[in-house]
């Protein structure tokens, strides 16, 4: 696993502001890895932010280096156990 100040948690917030937030990682920040992080439903956003990233924002200048997908398992509002996957992509400057 990379230092955590290179990953990209994927939540709620509007879409771009992912995409963003992961490209000045790359250039302002000059990164050499990002990961880009998400779980349960969030999870096809994190997928759509990677593609975006790598086609459109920064085509040609990175790669997908990995994919890990995973399950967590934590106890919701109600005290069961519920388990969610979890998937982190890692771009890499080429």
Do not use: C, H
């Not at 890990?68 to 400057?93: A, C, Q, Y």
């Amino acid at each position: 696993m990379g230092n955590d100040d290179n990953s990209m948690f994927i939540g709620g917030k509007p879409f771009m502001n992912y995409v963003t937030g992961v490209v000045m990682q790359f250039t302002t920040k000059g990164a050499s890895e990002v990961i880009i992080k998400a779980r349960g439903k969030f999870i096809n956003r994190a997928v759509d932010v990677a593609e975006v990233v790598r086609k459109r924002f920064m085509a040609d200048q990175v790669d997908v280096k990995e994919i890990v997908v995973d399950s967590e398992e934590f106890k919701n509002k109600e005290g069961r156990n519920v388990r969610v996957s979890t998937i982190e992509v890692t771009l890499k400057k080429k």
